[in-house]
């Protein structure tokens, strides 16, 4: 990595002659290197692109000498976009690669580093209960979680998946899901009992939102629910579906919490749907419930196998979820599946429709919503992930800023050749099932289904 980093200097310098700032080169150096981890692209190969001997020819010089270079990696690194997003932005911060990759890693069977418990909730049963499976980790005590002295040089290696906080939570209860400016929304509700998570996704936007290392498990069950049936039963928002899936699998540690009892006995008399959303197949404790609700989903996010395997670390395999929900239909629980992120590379359709296929076949069409979207993220986090997962190749896809959110996205015309392909491909299973976008706009929308479709219309398809 750092050999090649060193000839791309050197090819800028002597061969090229470029003698421009720090910034425009750093840009250059980008687009190079990119290029070659795409496409495997050695600096000869380079050399030998008909564009780059034509420039080689026009021996331009000083700014135009840069602007042209840079006009024609731009096209090679984003050929979609390059031709068919009119004001495209290419994200192109410079190259701090690590010396070592910085994942940490972690046990698929979860078992905390520390353990950190607020003094108010030290005796009540739920902190108790998981204090015993864990009594060997070592234990510290708090009052405030900002007391707490945080390891700031920790941050970044850890992500916050090795320590658990047992906390007193009284404040956002409930919030609504942070969608996108302009996206339609589908007033989807967080319910806020956790928050961080034990899986290490690539593309998790928790790595730069957490500002805590360790996951927030709420103690104060008794006090939290009143709090949350206080607000509910005064529905300013209007609540229809509601979920912890957001911030927190909403399964993940149910072996050590058993939040799913109690949720599922809280909604129970609630007229609205309750999701857990998790890529777990911990469901022994949904097992155990008796007379299972209506208004209960358990979804899953699906991808296919090779993904997981490189994107979704410590997760339950394609396999493995698919079986939990077959079991969870039998018990007569509802499920949903949110195909999100979709990540587009050479052969996505076909492994894709393979998940799909596997989908219909495990739950026979008994599905309450599928969604889909397609992988986005902030600018920042392509840097965490150049730190954290070097090996990941799936970053380096046509990202461009999208300047109605300042997310990355793939262009308008990939996102468009997603979902219509998505769409016909569940439509040749069935077509009852309602599937929505996530976080797309309403001309998005409109493009795909041939209408725009308002919050409304989406939820009362849910309904
Ligand atoms: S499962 Fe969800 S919350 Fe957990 S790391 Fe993956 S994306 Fe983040």
Redesign the pocket.
Known sequence: MKENLNSITIFLEKEVGLFAGINKIEELKRLLYELYLIHNWSLDDIKKNPDIKKFFKKNLQGNKKFLELKKILLELRYPVASKSEPHFSAYLPPLNLPEKNLNPLLNKDFVPEKIFIQNSIKNLPLTLSVLKKFPKVHQIHFDKIKDIPKDKTKFLTDMG?RDIYLIDESFDIIKPCPCTKKAVSCNYFILNLGF??????S?????HYMNITGILLPMNLDSFFKQASSILDQNKFNFFRIGT?????SL?LDSIVNYSSHLIEFFRTKKMLFEF????NNIENLLKIKDVPKNIVISW?LNPQKIIDTE??Y?ASLKERLEAAQTLIAKGYKVGFHFDPIIYYAEWKEDYEEVLNLLFEYTKGKISWISVGSLRFYRKLKSIVEHRFPEDSYFYGEFILDPQDNKMRYPNLIRKHIYTNMLAFIKKHSSKIPVYLCMESAEMYKEIYGTIKTTQEIEKEFK
Do not use: H
């Not at 961080?196 to 996704?201: A, F, L, Q, S, V």
């Not at 959303?277 to 777990?280: A, G, L």
């Open positions: 998946k961080g998570c034990p899986y290490d996704c593309y998790c936007y928790l790595q899936g957001e911030f927190f699998d993940a959303k998790t890529k777990s996010s979704e670390r997760t």
